[in-house]
């Protein structure tokens, strides 16, 4: 697998910079060849631009069908050579284009241990349920909401005086360590997908 990266966003970015920061630290060998957003009023095109990488706004609204608007992100990933898409708080569904172009080549991260808490509001989710230990999963894009072979995950425990906001603070911080790590696993091959398992030897 190539070494450069597609992020995919759609609103604040602070995953893509924490992405931008380990390649700087270098406990990331990657390259982030284009960002692409969904919603032109994106933070996370402010901080691509402000590391001189590309970012571009692909609008959904503008496309005439979901699968249209998933060929025009596949085309401009594949335009720039990219090897490895990175969903950084994209809220869109990836639709079968995508998937095809990037077949075994696109992670999610998401705010909880998969399967519990799939969608929006995962930390709010995690609160109402009463769980005592969330955390963090960055897995494999199936067609399939927040679904998909895991690489990694991380436990965050839930504190008796959290509200959304500080669960989500702590969990939005194990992410950003994790995304990087799992990144970088990816990248360095060996590894082999059984059924719903990701293996490395
Ligand atoms: C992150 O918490 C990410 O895990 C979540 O959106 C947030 C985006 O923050 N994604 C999902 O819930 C996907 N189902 P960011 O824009 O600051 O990276």
Request: aromatic share 4%; glycine share 8%; charged share 25%.
């Amino acid at each position: 697998m190539n070494r450069r990266l597609g992020v995919l966003i759609s609103g604040r970015g602070s995953n893509l910079q924490a992405l931008v920061d380990a390649i700087g630290d270098r406990r990331l060998d990657a390259t982030i060849a284009v960002v692409i957003s969904n919603r032109a009023d994106a933070h996370g095109l402010g901080h691509a631009r402000r590391a001189g990488i590309e970012a571009l706004c692909l609008d959904h609204r503008e496309a005439r069908s979901r699968d249209e608007h998933d060929r025009s992100v596949a085309r401009e990933l594949q335009d720039r050579d990219v090897g490895l898409v990175c969903l950084a708080g994209y809220m869109r569904l990836v639709g079968a284009p995508l998937l095809k172009a990037f077949p075994d080549a696109i992670l999610n991260i998401h705010p909880s241990l998969l399967p519990a808490f799939p969608g929006i509001d995962a930390p709010r989710q995690a609160l109402g349920h009463g769980v005592k230990v969330t955390g963090v999963t960055v897995h494999f894009v199936t067609a399939e909401l927040d679904n998909g072979p895991i690489v990694i995950q991380r436990t965050v425990p839930v504190m008796r005086d959290d509200t959304p906001d500080t669960l989500s603070a702590r969990i939005l911080a194990e992410e950003h360590r994790a995304y990087a790590e799992a990144v970088a696993t990816v990248l360095d091959g060996g590894w082999r997908i059984e059924g719903r398992r990701f293996i490395v030897p």
